[in-house]
């Protein structure tokens, strides 16, 4: 539906399913991407998260992100808008190890802001990233996120705790030729 340079975020469908519940149960994937307790998925938990992914929601949307020639490469969205403040807290993961690293990744995040910005009229997107997340530091700084400080000892993770980084972009940084 929205389109970029290599990926397109559309709608997710059952017919992802299988790619989301290998995907959600990769933990080398999630460990980065999510700050909870990592427990495997079922086939049915999965078939009802995408069940629910609906535009009827007021504050969570998600979309798949596919390759321009059709391939599920993994979800992105806003997990929290504050429609006050306008501010939207983002996510992603690019699901498969052997997808990462092509340039997807950022491009569905200038995607996103395209959306965010353009489409929702947020003023600043916003996210929290592990800090010994380099690929993520990188693909947010490549798309214009600034760092805006560090949070400690957030995440207990493999039996110790992890900072996050707080990263940031305002919609008056934003450079939409980066979405072309
Ligand atoms: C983070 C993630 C979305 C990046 O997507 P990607 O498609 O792999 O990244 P891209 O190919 O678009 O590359 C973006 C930047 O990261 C860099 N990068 C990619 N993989 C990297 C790696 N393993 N180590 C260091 N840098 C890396 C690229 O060189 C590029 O930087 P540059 O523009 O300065 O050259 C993806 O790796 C992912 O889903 N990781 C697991 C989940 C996760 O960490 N989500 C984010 C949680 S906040």
């Given at each position: 539906m929205y389109q970029g340079r290599k990926v397109r975020l559309r709608a997710y469908s059952q017919l992802d399913l299988d790619d989301v519940l290998r995907q959600v149960n990769d933990y080398d994937s999630v460990r980065m991407s999510a700050s909870g307790i990592i427990l495997p998925a079922t086939r049915d938990d999965e078939s009802r998260w995408i069940s629910q992914?609906?535009?009827?929601?007021?504050g969570e949307y998600q979309f798949a992100i596919e390759t321009l020639d059709g391939r599920y490469v993994g979800g992105c969205g806003?997990?929290?808008?504050d429609w006050k403040n306008r501010v939207g807290l983002i996510g992603i993961l690019i699901g498969d190890a052997g997808m990462r690293g092509h340039g997807y990744g950022s491009d569905a995040v200038r995607v996103l802001c395209r959306v965010g910005y353009n489409?929702?009229?947020?003023n600043k997107l916003s996210l929290t990233v592990m800090a010994d997340n380099t690929a993520a530091i990188r693909c947010y700084s490549a798309c214009g996120f600034k760092a805006e400080g560090n949070l400690r000892g957030e995440v207990w993770r493999e039996g110790s705790y992890h900072d996050l980084v707080a990263m940031g972009l305002l919609r008056g940084e934003w450079n939409d030729d980066r979405a072309r």
């Open positions: 992914q609906t535009s009827m929601g007021h806003f997990h929290k808008i489409e929702m009229n947020l």
